[in-house]
């Protein structure tokens, strides 16, 4: 079907909402409850439009496309209303950018960018509430949560871990974990989907802390080395310490939909741990030493040959790894069947 | 694996994760989901809230998928042939079997076989058996029989057994008795447990097969592969790694080349897995730490992570997806490949791999369920095998129409008891598994120190059993089999049922292979961690 956005016709699906049809066409609206994965909640009410035909602004993420639907997006009613929703949030907690986790991957940012706000206009009082560093590898602030309930949503329905919720009434309404406890004495396993989908810088990773900023890092996508479900992931790189800071899941991939887990998000220490092993060792009287390359595969093949020309190719066992790629498990194999010739490979799939 | 490939002529989950959604009733037996696959878990849930599938529940822990379930039963460790023969009976019983799916798609022979031998499970039977109330398996046989379209998931609940295998068919029976294969949303769904378990299959990781279960006895693929890598290759069956130890332990093995494997936390009986490597003339251990495996090394090998490679993972359903190197080496650790053709070089072969894609294009050109395969169309999303063309798309869903063999084999199975059931000396049934936040041998996931305070070693004990010694939460329990003790912190809860504990196998402190049987199943080799009987003192 065809729609017109800001004078411009464009081909929409059935079934998307203005908002989606816009931002598929690189027409950006502001919005924050709305994302791809927990759907429209019509909550933020910062991404309202004006449709022809219609009383009022319409927020764009829940009215559904019919043809030849008309839609601005770019008029001063619609600006002053996105403005005053922005500005009303951004009075609401301390959105203080400079030393924020979040800074350049904010959307609250973003829109006050796309606004053009400098400043709140508005000052509320004290804002103090507590934070909650309780868990291990999730930090959440409520002074900066704007309470757009994806990350409620994506506990709830996505990860359907059941332990976020709204807590309170009015004014005093801020998420909660399970009967309102610290997150840490919750039941939270920390799969940190709540970290990924919120918006601003309220709940976080804590690993992460302090570790730089967004466009510092390198992204690699890559595949969680852990079970055997196979979740892509985003790794952030700091090239300078040549260190994983932080993981993402991917949200498109068909496998896991951004999803991880407790381990594959945050249990990547393993990679730059002090006791890699970073050099060949060969025993000698009950002890290791650190020896060359040269020296290490010497003595192996030379070992090899000797045993298997005394022994037999079948007096070796190769046991090959579900942890290492498919191209290194079928050198692994090819190596004992041809440079060995025993079948007598295996590995743990059993255990 | 050796289960389904005589059922169905291919051994690997059956469906896609994306299909989970279309379920009309999953039947989770023998995988405490959440905790082993978490995201998977994400899934299933996912599709019982929005009120697309009804979930049962059989496992004797009450696993937190259980509180998700329409049903759920507490089984006894070691039952599933008698619990998934009893539903069986009922659905014949009651005529839900899918009449045109067992015509078309079945061995007619083994239909009549398997329906003579479950004539005598009937529910009160399996209650004898199991402990799953009669009316309870009714209530199940109900939900699943009926279902137009049911899935059947498992992990290691249903391998780890001397009966795994028969387990394992067990389930395929189930499943092609109700007409779910080939179908989105149907299946027999085994959980795989690391992150290239099926790669490492799928590569010829295992002792009677080359790539893609191109058998090693078999005349013609020998010839084709001795043509391929230009060397004479010897067609007797290998050594499964089980059977491996115990012939190192009777000293007739000499050396063993480990990868990337950690047996001295992963084998079962573990005092018996480190005598026979203490036995061998010479030990070779390729990994990235020195774990518990290396230290009984003559030589170590630093080897790379996941993190700094390039190269293919197969997840459990068969998808393949591509590893990009995020950061350096350590040092002058070296990737797995390079040192194979290094070690490959030196004893007089002539490799010349410039990097991980040459292995896969050559690798894919003898492989037929991956002959279509490149990086460039593996991209960012990944391809299911088997992909046999340039221009196939991948398989999500197996057997669509036909099965890998033809028509699908019943198994009739006579049920049989554990290898060590519970005595008056050894009175508590001992069950072993994985925790959400560890992993394995804890090669990877002890390292981190917040992983490490989320969880440590324990065994999982019931309320009664608690009571009956005086011990709380966290106080010190002695777990003892015939095969040796671990002290460690009690975890009392209502999960377990009276009678049973679950010892996590992730601690080098607590290792519950210590405990654990080396019985092994007759076929698969793969010993009995989810049984074997236990004591219990206060320590």
């Known amino acids: 079907m065809k729609i017109t956005i800001n004078g411009r016709t464009i081909e929409a699906k059935e079934g998307q909402t203005i908002l989606q049809a816009a931002l598929a066409n690189g027409m950006y609206i502001p919005h924050l409850c709305y994302h791809d994965k927990v759907g429209a909640a019509g909550k933020c009410r910062a991404c309202v439009v004006e449709v022809e035909g219609m009383r009022g602004l319409q927020t764009s993420c829940s009215v559904q496309l019919r043809d030849g639907m008309v839609i601005t997006t770019d008029s001063e009613t619609v600006r002053n209303a996105q403005k005053l929703v922005i500005d009303l949030m951004l009075s609401s907690g301390t959105h203080d950018c400079l030393a924020c ?81 610290p997150m840490g004495d919750s039941t939270c ?114 070992k090899f040959k000797a045993l298997k020309d005394e022994f037999g190719p079948d007096s070796f066992m190769g046991l090959a790894s579900a942890k290492v790629t498919n191209e290194e498990n079928y050198t692994f194999q090819k190596l004992m069947r041809t440079a060995i010739r025993t079948n007598n490979v295996d590995h743990c799939a059993r255990l | 694996m050796a289960g389904l490939a005589a059922s169905f002529g291919s051994g690997a989950m059956t469906n896609d994760i994306k299909g989970m959604k279309d379920s009309d009733v999953a039947l989770i037996i023998g995988s405490d989901t959440s905790e082993a696959h978490p995201v998977i878990s994400a899934r299933i849930k996912q599709a019982v809230k929005e009120g697309r599938t009804k979930l049962i529940v059989i496992d004797p822990k009450k696993i937190k ?56 499970f009937t529910p009160e039977y399996v209650e004898k058996i199991s402990g799953i109330p009669a009316e309870t398996l009714e209530k199940i046989a109900e939900l699943f029989g009926k279902a137009k379209v049911a899935a059947l998931y498992y992990a290691m609940g249903i391998t780890q057994h001397t009966t795994g ?9 189930l499943q092609m008795l109700c007409g779910n294969m080939g179908v989105p949303g149907g299946g027999v769904n085994p959980l795989r447990g690391q992150s290239n378990v099926q790669g490492a299959c799928d590569m010829g990781g295992l002792p009677n097969v080359y790539t893609a279960y191109q058998q090693v006895s078999n005349a013609d693929t020998q010839a084709k592969m001795e043509k391929f890598w230009n060397v004479q290759l010897s067609n007797k069956v290998g050594k499964p790694m089980t059977v491996a130890f115990d012939d190192a332990y009777e000293g007739k093995m000499k050396a063993f080349f480990i990868m990337g494997e950690n047996p001295m936390i992963s084998d079962p009986d573990l005092h018996h897995a480190e005598e026979a490597l203490k036995k061998l003339d010479f030990l070779v251990v390729e990994d990235i730490f020195l774990t518990e495996t290396a230290k009984l090394a003559d030589v170590v090998l630093p080897a790379t992570t996941y993190a700094e490679k390039e190269g293919t993972f197969t997840n459990t359903e068969r998808r393949v997806q591509k590893l990009d190197p995020a950061v350096k080496a350590p040092g002058s650790a070296k990737h797995d490949w390079e040192i194979h053709q290094m070690i490959a070089n030196k004893m007089g072969l002539s490799w010349n791999y410039q990097n991980a894609e040459e292995i896969f294009n050559e690798m894919a050109s003898v492989t037929p369920s991956y002959a279509g395969m490149s990086y460039e169309r593996i991209g960012r999303m990944g391809l299911h095998w088997p992909c046999p063309t340039k221009d196939h798309p991948g398989t999500p869903v197996l057997h669509a129409g036909k099965f890998t063999k033809g028509l699908g084999t019943m198994f009739a199975i006579p049920f049989r008891a554990p290898a060590e059931m519970p005595d008056e000396e050894y009175p508590t049934y001992l069950t072993t598994g994985r925790i959400l936040q560890h992993f394995h041998t804890g090669t990877m996931s002890r390292k981190s120190q917040g992983l490490n305070n989320l969880a440590g070693p324990h065994v999982m004990i019931s309320v009664e059993d608690a009571e009956r010694m005086g011990v709380g939460n966290s106080e010190q329990v002695k777990v003892t089999t015939r095969r040796g003790s671990i002290t460690t912190k009690a975890f009392v809860t209502k999960r377990i049922p ?35 009987a236990c004591k219990l003192e206060r320590a």
Request: net charge negative; aromatic share 8%; proline share 4%.
């Open chain 2, 65 to 120: 998928m259980a509180d998700f379930a329409e049903i759920y039963a507490c089984q006894r460790p070691g039952t599933d042939v008698a619990v998934l023969n009893g539903m069986m009976h009922l659905i014949l019983k009651n005529g839900w079997e899918d009449k045109e799916f067992i015509v078309n798609r079945v061995d007619p022979e083994s239909f009549e076989a398997l329906k003579k031998e479950v004539e005598n």
């Open chain 1, 189 to 302: 396993v920390q799969c940190g989907e709540c970290s990924q989908m919120c918006p601003v810088g309220a709940i976080v990773d804590k690993n992460a802390i302090g570790k730089g900023r967004i466009w510092e890092f390198k992204k690699v996508e890559t595949v969680c080395p852990y079970c055997g479900v196979g979740c892509k992931l985003e790794l952030h790189i700091d090239e300078r310490t040549n260190k994983i800071v932080k993981v993402k899941g991917v949200e498109d991939s068909p496998t896991n939909n951004g999803m991880l887990c407790v381990k594959g998000r945050y249990g990547f220490d393993f990679v730059a741990h002090p006791e890699r092993l970073t050099t060949p060792l060969i025993k000698e009287n009950g002890q290791f030493r650190e020896a060359s390359w040269e020296e290490a595969i010497e003595l192996v093949a030379s």
């Open chain 1, 101 to 181: 986790e979040q800074n350049g991957n904010c959307e609250l940012q973003d829109a006050a960018y796309f606004l053009g706000i400098e400043r709140p206009s508005v000052q509320y009082g004290e804002i103090n509430r507590e934070f909650d560093t309780s868990s291990e590898f999730i930090y959440v602030e409520r002074n900066k949560c704007i309470s757009c309930g994806r990350c409620v949503a994506a506990c709830n329905n996505t990860v359907v871990n059941q332990v976020l919720d709204f807590g309170h009434r009015g004014h005093h309404t801020e998420i909660v974990f399970d009967t309102d406890i």
């Open chain 2, 165 to 173: 295998v028969d387990n394992v068919k067990s389930t395929a029976n």
């Open chain 2, 498 to 532: 009276k009678g049973t504990a679950y010892v996590p196998f992730h601690f080098w402190e607590a290792p519950a292979n210590i405990l654990t049987n080396n019985a092994l199943d007759p076929v698969a080799k793969i010993p009995e961690y989810k049984v074997c």
